[in-house]
């Protein structure tokens, strides 16, 4: 059969372009399809806007804290119409490298919506054109629990162009999205509320980081109800009214401007036409194998969409794993062990491998736990009140580290260090015999008994 492209990838985010890009260098003709912006989520509505308004956020604090060094009090308020253009200035920055970067490297870019007709077929806009092998890698979007009135809510996607920064925001959600948003718009200075239907937040992580992080957010002032569920949401007078459960009881809290629902996400396969090319689903995504092959071995499919690991570098490193085994003569699969991840609270959070509780599920006894609590020397002076806590966990027949976690300052930065010595394997006494910088936080990885 003639066709048009060696590779066809449907989606222009961080799968989808990266892996276009590496296999078009391998000598593939390779078409792309997206018809929003593109970068996907993390450019647009993802990663590096909420970054930006992370550091927007951390000003007040560090404020505060110069005048235990000394500096006078600073009197400082936020110019929110500024901090949307210029997060969005660099968004569109963004935008534009990207297509330069398909550009330059000979991807044909069609921005128009594409669906399956066939399992070598795709309609893109009004063309039909016929590809040898297809990528999927159309990312996910944010999902609304079913509760009557949650239409007055936003979603993530949506804090980005508020016209204005709300007075009080409530949160609906404990993950990823929903912690960092409530920091965020805490740092800012809007009055946060957050309802989560857990004890703690961040389900999944370590209890230690759950813990840590909560508490964190309490003394910051961020109000949370913890095992209660939403039940009611009107829109009245005087604003957004929720109505909440907890166990038997109920309670009603007015909030002035918006509620956000950040209680997941779910991959974008509606209307692919994905049963006309055989591409099944499982559990409401896109189901691969290691090799990132779905049902259909020349259908491929990566990042959200197949809800692995979602998290930007998976989805390029299942790309790129995927475009050296098939067009570059190099095969290789993406390791989806001890991937390192950061939450962008405050305080920060990072972690990389098995928590205390997956240890023990998996090595029962065998499990040492070293961890560490402690005032960082800068808010000694600073008058801050927030510790930094690291952990080890660790095998105890082999000294094999099998875990690494931390709350406080910086933590992103320091476990991507920690997670090249996990991932190569490091034993307790490698950590040991490293040498440590003084000061750092950091050097408490390598000095903990
Ligand atoms: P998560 O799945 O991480 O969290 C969803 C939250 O909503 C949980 O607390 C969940 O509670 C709660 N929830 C779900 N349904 C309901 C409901 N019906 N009523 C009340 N609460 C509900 O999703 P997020 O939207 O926070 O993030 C999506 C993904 O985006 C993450 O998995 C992550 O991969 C990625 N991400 C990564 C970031 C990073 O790396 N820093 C930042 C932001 C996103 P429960 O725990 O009980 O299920």
Redesign the pocket.
Known sequence: MNYDFDLFVIGGGSGGISTARRAAEYGAKVGLAEMGRLGGTCVNV??IP?KLMVYAASFPSIFKESEGYGWSPVNSSLNWSHLVTVVNQEVTRLNGIYLKMIDNSKVTLFREKARFLDEHTVEVGSSQIKAERILIAVGGH?VR?DIPGIEHTVVSDDLFTLPEQPKRIVI???????V?FACIFNGLGTEVTQI???EKIL?GFDEDIRTEIQEGMGRSGIRMFTST?PTLIEKTDDGLKLTMAKGETSEIIVADAIGLA????IPNIANLGLELAGVEIKNGAIAVNAESQTTQPHIYAVGDCTNRI??TPVAIGEGRALADTVFGGKPRLMSHQNVP????TQPEAATVGLTEAQAREEYGDDVKIYRAKFRPLYHTVSGGEDKTMMKLVVQQSTTKVLGAHMVGEHAAEIIQGVAIAIKMGALKADFDATVGIHPSAAEEFVTMR
């Open positions: 993802g990663c909420k944010p629990p609906l959600g404990g993950g990823y999205i929903g960092e989560i239907r857990q389900r569920c950040a209680t997941g996400r979602n998290l991840s950061a939450v962008f």
